[in-house]
């Protein structure tokens, strides 16, 4: 034996061969739906003249939901500081078209910043916003972390319960639960979050979460591409900072702060030429129609 330790739990079968570092599976090239025009956005993100449409805040440990109109800007700003946004959108007139996190992952990356899209589920799939601003700018730390964190999900009293043996309504499932109530949502409707000002990784292939870097006044901001439905809490974690459900967990509420949003209306001049993306023109029926026809299908 070679007598180099190794981790039990992970095997190491003959199946594994050296191989060069593989280049991401989605790419976008020249003209693709995954080529944004970075021009339009910056114009977006800079531009004079906005308007401010609509401001709220999110209290500690609460959740809210307001409406973006397609064409207008959005920011989310941890007015005091470093504090955990988990962040759900849908389209407003239709809740089935929602953030699909797990694609967003892989048509943009695992983390998000200025340039990157939230993709909507199927049978939509189109982008539903796109990042203009994030003043956070983190990169990647010493550890492979990065913020704005698409790998995770939301706090949620399940895992709680299962975890802790105890009781608690105000995790981010049930912040956005309530926040929905008034437009006609329920708790199904909920879905995998973006944590916004949430820095994470992998570690050993084990889900990682560091302090939030954010500071008072940092903001991510998006352009919203159809009408959406936003819906932001604050986690009730605060800056992550604290563990939640280790050995060394401790109260977080210390570390808990509100979050502000502001919608603003932009220059109309701005959108010449842009219009709410299209879902890809798949027509086919799943291989549905050709077996209803006898397997022919022409
Ligand atoms: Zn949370």
Not at 5 to 26: C, E, F, I, L, T
Request: include cysteine.
């Amino acid at each position: 034996m070679s007598g180099e330790k190794h981790d039990s739990s992970v095997p190491q079968g003959p199946a594994r061969r050296p191989q060069p570092p593989p280049a991401p599976a989605y790419r976008a090239t020249r003209g693709n739906p995954l080529d944004t025009d970075r021009g339009r956005y910056d114009r977006i993100a800079s531009a004079p003249g906005r308007h401010l449409a609509e401001q709220l805040t999110v209290p500690v440990r609460a959740g809210r939901a307001w409406e973006v109109r397609a064409g207008q800007v959005c920011r989310i700003v941890a007015v005091a500081g470093a504090q955990v946004g988990d962040f759900n959108c849908w389209n407003r007139h239709n809740p089935r078209e929602r953030l699909w996190a797990a694609r967003t992952r892989q048509l943009q990356a695992a983390h998000v910043t200025t340039y990157d899209r939230l993709w909507s589920t199927l049978p939509y799939l189109r982008p539903m916003l796109t990042f203009t601003a994030d003043t956070v700018a983190y990169g990647r730390d010493d550890n492979g972390g990065r913020c704005h964190d698409l790998l995770g999900t939301r706090c949620d009293p399940y895992v709680n319960r299962l975890l802790t043996g105890e009781d608690f309504d105000s995790h981010c499932h049930s912040n956005l639960v309530r926040a929905v109530l008034p437009y006609g949502l329920t708790e199904p409707d909920v879905h995998d979050v973006l944590n916004v000002f949430q820095v994470t990784g992998l570690t050993g292939d084990r889900y990682f979460m560091s302090a939030s870097p954010a500071r008072p006044g940092d903001f991510l901001e998006f352009f919203a591409e159809i009408d959406l439905l936003c819906a932001l809490s604050a986690c009730p974690g605060g800056d992550l900072s604290v563990e939640l459900w280790g050995p060394a967990a401790q109260d977080p509420l210390p570390t808990c702060k509100p979050l502000r949003v502001e919608v603003y209306d932009i220059d109309p001049a701005l959108l010449r030429g842009w219009q709410p993306p299209r879902s890809p023109g798949y027509r086919g029926m799943h291989g549905l129609r050709s077996a209803a026809e006898g397997g022919g299908g022409t």
